[in-house]
């Protein structure tokens, strides 16, 4: 794979003319059509491809009929479309008039509209417009109005370019300026070419020497602005193009942006692959929940974002089934969210045996691997620490993708630069894919863990991370945990999106997506600055599932699990699945219990949270114990499951979980009121009817559960004898269970 630096940036014009010089191919080879009709000529949406040039064309309005709109053939807008900042846009289009226009509406919000206006026409140069005041760019749908008819030409990124010449400063090979969208400058953001780390001056100039490692130059985004953003990419770097011996002018335009309050959403492990109906499962679940997040921060008037904490892709399948970096951001393009993005250890090329070059193609599609931002008054930094081995990787064939965890010599470099421009005590958020420790274990009553990062590593990163309130998020394990490192720095351990990798939704098609500690597939949601600016509250966020869904209960008594319900297609005499393996998947659930207890598995628990369990009719509080042990229903969804396919590749079993808890009822039928309260106050609450079922027993191979009932309060769900609907309907029926009630408070 060609180094970055080589890399081609045919969509970074430096001349006005030829920034031009896309769009206006894409008017000069318009359609022709009859004054009452509208074309819609669709951009190409590949975000992957943004260098792809626009065909060529061309046309003349009939002088004998000036009321047309310009003769022109096909013509696709390209991805990127560059704009001069203050400046005008050249449309080497022939047709054009002074009494035409383009228009600019917001991808995102149709009440933002940008009108440029052809100010000159030069029938052999083509026309220009004055690029809009006050605009930093974006996905706009670009129209174009004649006579009072309009031409749709599709939808582009608008990128605004600073073109102010900026000094040379000698041996600086890359300088430019920062400014607002009045052009006003911007001082003290730092920049950087992911080795040396400078900062604007009063007049918003910047120079580094750089020797173009990584092919860009990016700012941390100062709290109070926003960045362009393209198809969910923020545009807080620039590509460079030139030898280290070059000189190059990279500069920045941004909006003010309120953004003291806002919400940030951190997902991790998508792991697409295009297979196990992994697609439909992230498109109709994941892809919802994040639009509904949108929605509604835009009705509150909050500010949204959010981090993507790696193995985005699944590196086994980039050329097997043809899904890569490029089809992660097509995938991507259509939401209105900026995502600031880092790698995990399956975002890497499994043909090349090089941590740096196997990311090549990350950096191509996704940028920067590892960076900061600031939003209110939090840092945000996100580090790429996975260390690529890939052993016997070649052209045309897959190493082993082994890696191990770390941060490179110029990352923590990089690392200590940019914290030294952060005060001390400020609130930080580090972004990871590898978690820094591992998951605690209960023992003896007491809580344990161990850190996972290497000890030179984890030592440098204490010592630089030590002047500030720390929140690591990481994600790699596909489980939730919780770690207080110490009483001002925590770790949160994301659960997967894809859950134990699309497999269980792919078991109960798309019913049920569940991780490994049983937890629904999900992703972290904080609320930032609600009570101050320091202010920090989370919770866990299962797809598909509303807020106040943070445990599960399971009657024991009814969680027996056997060969001949779960496991039916089992080869006689087990086949090549003996008893005993299928006596060390079930994880002691084939074995009966009678003891009254329940199990509550609470998904995203830490210490500070509490777990209470009362008898409704007596009232009487029952002690809970926390324990480890296996969730029975990710049992049954993917052991089991995986096991009825006479399947010994057990990867990625039920793991044994710490965030469980046992009370012992009075009797079988005793109903309970159980309360999970966490650590900012919030109480979630179900009355739990017993006996109750973990299954529908009215049909062989009908699916199981996770769901509580509907928000609301009292929902049963029938009952359907045995046999009474076939069995495609039966896989579609919600969770058989009692009544259950559950609330927050």
Known sequence: MEHENKRKNSTVMKRPYDAMKPLGRLLGVFALLLSTSTICLCCSSDPATPDAPAEEGGGNLDPDEPDKLPDVAAYKVPDVVEMGFADTFLLPCSGAGTDDYLLLTARNDASETHRMPVTEVDQTQGASLQTPAGFIGGMYDFTFYKNGKALDLGTAFVDVVDRTEVPQVPGSTVYGRVIDHTGKPIAGVSVSDGVFVTATDDEGRYYLSSLKQRGYVFITVPAGYRAAVNRTIPQFFRRLSGSPQTYEQRSFVLAPETNERHRMIVFTDTHLANRTNDIHQFENGFKADLRKQIAQAKAEGVSLYAMALGDLTWDEYWYKNSYQPSHYVRQMADLDIPIYNIPGNHDNDPYVADDFESENPWRENLGPTYYSFDIGDIHYIQLDNTLFTNTGGAQGTVGKLDYTEGLTADQLRWLEADLQRVPAGKTVFVGMHIQFTNRYRIADGKLSWSYAMPADCRAKMLDLLSPYTVHFVTGHTHINYANRITERMTEHNIAAVCATWWWTGNYTNGRTQMCRDGAPAGYGLFEIGTAGANDVQWHYQGIGKAADYQFRAYDLNRCLITRD?????????????????????????????????????????????????????????????????????????????????????????????????????????????????????????????????????????????????????????????????????????????????????
């Open 565 to 745: 319900k779960y496991c039916p297609d089992i080869k006689n005499n087990f086949g090549t699945v003996s008893a005993e393996f299928f006596a060390q998947y079930a994880n002691g659930y084939d074995r009966p219990r009678s003891d009254n207890a329940v199990l509550i598995n609470v998904f995203n628990w830490n210490e500070k949270w509490k777990v209470e369990v009362r008898e409704v009719e007596t009232g009487k509080q029952l002690p809970v114990e926390q324990v480890d042990t296996y969730d029975p229903l990710h049992t049954i969804h993917f052991n089991m499951n995986r096991m009825n396919t006479n399947s010994t590749a057990m990867t990625f079993p039920t793991l044994l979980t710490s965030h469980m808890f046992e009370a012992v009822c009075s009797s079988p039928t005793t109903a309970l009121e159980i309360t999970v309260t966490d650590e900012f106050g919030r109480s979630y609450t179900e009355t739990m009817s017993r006996p109750r079922e973990l299954y529908d027993t009215s049909r062989r191979g009908a699916f199981f559960a996770e769901e509580r009932c509907p928000p609301g309060g009292q929902a049963p769900f029938p009952v359907y004898p045995r046999q009474s609907l076939p069995y495609l309907h039966i896989s579609r029926l919600a969770f058989l269970r009692s009544f259950c009630y559950h609330k927050v408070t």
